[in-house]
Every structure is written in C-alpha cells, then in structure tokens.
C-alpha cells in the first residue's frame, strides 16, 4: 500500500479524533464562539462610535472583516494548547511508537481545524449580520471570501502546531500568543484605517499580510468604492500559501526530532 | 554476544545538555524473557526506552529490537513493538472504546478489525462497562490498563513498559503484573522498568540495576542477591544504647558493618557463621537483650543499598518531567 494512501487515511483518523473531542469541550465551544461575539459587541458598541471609518456605511462593515480575520486567524491558538498537552500526556509519544505517518497528528489538527474555523465563521457572520454589517458582492465572492478565511484558518493551524510543539507547555504557548500574534493582528487595519496611525506604525500596518487578509476580505464581501479590486486577493493566497508551506515544513521537522 | 536476543543495546549514550543520561548501557533480552531495568528517579530509565522505542536517537551506541536497528529501520520496528509509557497515554475525550479503535487504525488495521480488536482488549482488560465512557472519567488504574491494552492492539512480539505500575494502588498493581505475566506466558518478550524492587523481583528473568545513566549491575534476582553477600541478621534491641555491645559482640559472624536505626541492628552475615543460634548465644554472653532477632535472605532493597551506596527510596526523590 503506498504510503501517501496510509498518511491520507492517518490524517483522517486523526481529524476524526478531533472532531469527536470538539462537543466533549464545552469550554472550547465556548472560546470558539461566545468568546468572538463579546469582541464584535466591544468593538461596535464601545469603541465603534470614535472609530472613523470614511467610506464605509458602518463601522460594522468595516470591523467584521478585520475581526473574522483575527478570530479566525488567533482561534489556532487552541491548537497550539491542545499540542502542547498531547505532549504532556505522553500522546504524541504514543503516536510516534506507530507505524503511521509522521504528519498525521498535524496535518490531522490542521484538517479538524477547517471545521472549528467554519463553524466560528457562521457565528460570527451571524452576529454580524444582526449588528449591522452587509455583504454587498455576489454569492460566488462571498463564498471566495469564506474560503480565502478557512485557508488562512488552516495555515494558522500549522504556525499553532509549531508554537505549540516548540514551547510543550500550555503556559509558554499562552505567551507566544498572546505577545507576538495577538498583537500583530491589531497592529493592522482590521479595526481601524491605517492612515489614522502615527508614522512607523503605519508602514508596519500597511506591510502587515493581515491588513492584506483583511483588504481582500472587505473587496469580497463589500466591494464598492471602499473596497477596491486590488492585488490584495491574490497577495493573500501568496500570503497563505506561503505560511502554510513554512510552518507545516518546520512543524513537521520539528515533530519528527521530538525528544519524546 | 547471544543470537536469540529480541533486544539487545550496545553502549547506548544520550545527553541533554550536559545532563549525561545515558553513559554506555548494554541491555540484552533473549527471546520470551521479561528483562528488568531497576533504578531511582532520573537514573535513565525512560531515555533508554524511548531510543529502544525509536522516540529518540542516541548520541552513540547502537541497538535492535527483534532484530532490526531502532535508528536505521525504525519504521519498520514501530509495527513491532508495543510500548506503554511511564505517563498512561489515553485520549480523555475519547471513550476507552474509540481509544482503542483509533490505536488499531494507526496501526493500519481495517475498521472492521480495529472495532473487533478494541472489543477483545475491552473484554480481556476488564473495561468492557467503561468501555463507552471518556478515559477522563477513569480512575489511574483503568487508565493504566486502557494504556496497555492499546499498546498490545497488534499483539506485538516486544512490549516495552515504562514504570507500569507507578502511581497505583496494591490492587490494581496486583492485576496488572498478572496481565504482563499473562503475556509472557504467550511468548511476549518484555522489558519493564521500574523503581519497586519488589516489581522486578516478581516478573523480571533478568534484571540491570540502573543508576545515573550506567548499568551497575545485572543478572537474576538471585544473582544480584547474592553479589550482596549472604544471609542477614535483623534485630532489634531492648535499649537502643547496647547497639555498641551488640555490634562488638557480633563482629566475628558479621561481613562488614552493620547498619543500626534506633533500636534495629541489620548486619550481613559471615558464610558458615552458624546463624541465629550463634548469634543469640554471643549476644546472651554478652548480656545484649533482644526483642526480636532473624535470619533473611538479602532482598533487592539490600542489593540496590549495597551497589549505589544508597536506599532505592532515598535515591527517588528528584522531580521528573513528562515525556
Ligand atoms: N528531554 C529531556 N531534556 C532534558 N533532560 C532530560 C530529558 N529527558 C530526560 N532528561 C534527564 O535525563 C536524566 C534521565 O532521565 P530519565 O531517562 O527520564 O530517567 P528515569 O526514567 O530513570 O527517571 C534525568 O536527569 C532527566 O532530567
Ligand atoms: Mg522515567
């Protein structure tokens, strides 16, 4: 049997083990879910009405995108948790000794994760809807939009595997976080225009593949004016592609010279 | 060098850092014997499973397990071996059931045979009730046997049980080493570790005394006992205060000093020294009075006293990370 049939059925053994644990986790149910509808709420209702967002017919248009950008893009951070602690329950250990495919247990993470991501997707696109945001495209760049947002879902997945392989505990994942990426994904323009930041961190904003992620969201699912056809759609798949292919190489690298 | 060794290590090293865990171990197990790596917490224990496992290279050194080298044909080993960490290695969110399943399909059994095969285990590890239940709601036992019934889902030829019962309570330990003892009895050959001298005593054919990352000592349970001498004499005085006379009294029939804890007096015993009647005979002349006095066989505690200059309890306390 050859053995890219055994690491497409090792992966698929492993997604399915994900998916069976996700309503056993009520806690994380509520991290992928109830956990970004608070922060939509935030941004809309408490600093919504001192953000100026010229162009847009609400702030909700303008924030949805950015914040499905962050949620979708931070929610891996589970997976750095739940690698962490398959190492420290000795899993991985026990996966290693198997004859199986040393990409499964990630490639088998990251599969799974598509599905949390969609299923964060329609929560926060529900919420939303009900606070005033509204698609202003066509069905099929809507659903251009959706998958550009899982793809960059199951790159994350992979840089998540890799940060919670390197530190092997919940804590040090916790910090890699929430001091590196969370705040890179507001150093960006998913919650206000670039052009209002101080020099410096505009640049940084303007550069940041998340603001490119974000940019190629609202073209997809607003257009308009303020939303224009730029390069933006096609950098993002350059963007995801490229981090996928970097963090599931060292992920993979990383996994097979795991000390346990 | 055997040629029916199913495990067999040669000069195995491994460092962390500058932490030597592993110094030159030789390791042999012939074909269906159970072999026994004894030694306190952070002796190297577990390092020395994961290279044979192939969880990890070693630094130098080499090793095969049923007959293939645990770096070069690893892949082909991992379908080999069963290995039962020191950590149970259950998924909590998954039933003991579909633990169980997931095991056989990784080992790339058909669903059908993973299903039938998780059943077997369930009914032969007792779990068949708990089967349906998350292995989080399980008690450290069951969890214990979960683990090893999922390292024998492909009834593999060496099994490798790091610390199988560490952590259990008597009964529970009591049922395990009478499955691992049911699995030898199959034709299983097995290398366990463990810090109970009387775990190794029970179930090992062989036994390598382990200690800071060098085997300082192997052979039988008998043969480990009897490098430690003979025959010892245990008492105990009625005043603490003649241990001085007591000693002085003994010194003719002891081998070596005795070793005296409050009121007990443990000294190893000349060959042909003529035992307890002489000893109570010489402590009576010497008006030494004694509570209680006998003659033992040298347990394991003794030997591991003897080779590492130190208690195996004493020796056990230094933290220990998860694999
Ligand atoms: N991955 C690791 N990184 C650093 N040190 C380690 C690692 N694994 C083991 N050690 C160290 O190696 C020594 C032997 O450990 P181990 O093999 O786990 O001993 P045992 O299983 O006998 O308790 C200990 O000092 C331990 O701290
Ligand atoms: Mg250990």
């Known amino acids: ?260 | 060098m055997s040629t029916d060794a199913v495990i067999e290590a040669r000069g195995l090293r491994r460092s962390f850092g500058d932490v030597h865990a592993l110094q030159g171990v030789d390791l042999v197990a012939p074909a269906g014997s159970v072999l026994g790596v004894l030694g306190p917490n952070g002796a190297g224990k577990t390092t020395a499973v994961r290279i044979l496992t192939t969880l990890l290279p070693p630094d130098g050194g080499s090793a095969t397990v049923a007959g293939l080298d645990v770096v070069k044909d690893a892949q082909e080993l991992r379908s080999k071996i069963g290995l039962a960490g020191q950590y149970a290695a259950v998924d909590e969110y998954l039933t003991g059931k579909e633990n169980l399943e997931m095991v056989g399909r990784l080992y790339h059994l058909s669903p059908a045979e993973s299903r039938s095969r998780a059943k077997e285990l369930l009914e032969e590890f007792d779990l068949v009730d708990a089967g349906g239940r998350t292995a989080g709601t399980y008690s450290g036992g069951m969890r214990r046997r979960l683990d090893l019934a999922a390292a024998l889902v492909m009834r593999p030829p060496v099994l490798f049980l790091d610390e199988p019962t560490t952590g259990l309570d008597p009964r529970s330990r009591n049922s395990l080493w009478q499955t691992i003892e049911d699995r030898v009895a199959d034709g299983t050959t097995v290398l366990l570790t463990t810090q109970y001298l009387e775990e190794a005593d029970r179930l090992a054919d062989r036994i390598a005394v382990i200690d800071h990352g060098q085997v300082i000592a192997e052979g039988t349970s008998d043969e480990l006992k009897a490098k430690v001498g003979g025959e010892r004499l245990d008492l105990v005085l009625e005043d603490e205060a003649q241990a001085a006379a007591a000693t002085e009294a003994l010194a003719p029939l002891a081998d070596g000093e005795p070793a005296v804890d409050g009121a007990s007096l443990s000294t190893p015993l000349r060959q042909g020294s003529g035992g307890v009647v002489a000893a109570v005979r010489r402590l009576d002349d010497a008006g030494v009075g004694v509570t209680d006095i006998a003659v033992r066989r040298p347990t394991l505690d003794d030997a591991f006293l003897t080779l590492t200059g130190r208690p195996a309890e004493e020796a056990s306390t230094d933290g220990e990370e998860p694999a």
């Not at chain 1, 303020?226 to 060292?250: K, Q, R």
């Open chain 1, 1 to 260: 049997m050859s053995s890219l049939r055994w690491t497409v059925s090792d992966t698929l053994v492993l997604a399915m083990r994900q998916l069976r644990r996700i309503p056993r986790q009520p806690d994380l149910l509520i991290g992928y879910t109830i956990q970004p509808v608070m922060f939509v709420l935030l941004f809309r209702y408490v600093f919504g009405g001192a953000i100026a967002t010229p162009g847009f017919d609400n702030y909700a248009s303008y924030l949805m995108p950015g914040i499905i950008v962050q949620s979708i893009a931070f929610g891996g951070f589970v997976t750095a948790l739940a690698i962490a602690d398959d190492m420290n329950k000795g899993l991985i250990g026990r996966f290693r000794s198997l004859p199986m495919s040393r990409i499964a247990v990630l490639s088998g993470r990251a599969f799974a994760d598509i599905a949390l991501n969609a299923l964060q997707l329609v929560v926060l696109i529900g919420i939303g809807l009900v606070v005033g945001f509204g698609f202003g495209t066509d069905v099929l760049k809507v659903l251009l939009g959706i998958l550009l947002l899982l793809g960059l879902g199951f790159a994350f997945s992979w840089v998540f595997c890799l940060i919670g392989l390197l530190s092997g505990s919940a804590e040090t994942s916790n910090a890699i976080g929430f001091t590196v990426i969370f705040p890179l994904t507001f150093a960006s323009g998913a919650f206000v225009q670039p052009s209002t930041m101080p020099d410096g961190l505009r640049q940084f904003a303007e550069a940041n593949p998340f603001t490119t992620l974000v940019d190629a969201t609202r073209h997809l699912w607003i257009g308009g004016e303020a939303a224009p056809a730029n390069s933006d759609v096609w950098m993002s798949i350059v963007w995801i592609v490229a981090i996928t292919v970097v963090a599931s190489f060292l992920a993979v690298r990383r996994y097979r010279s795991l000390a346990g």
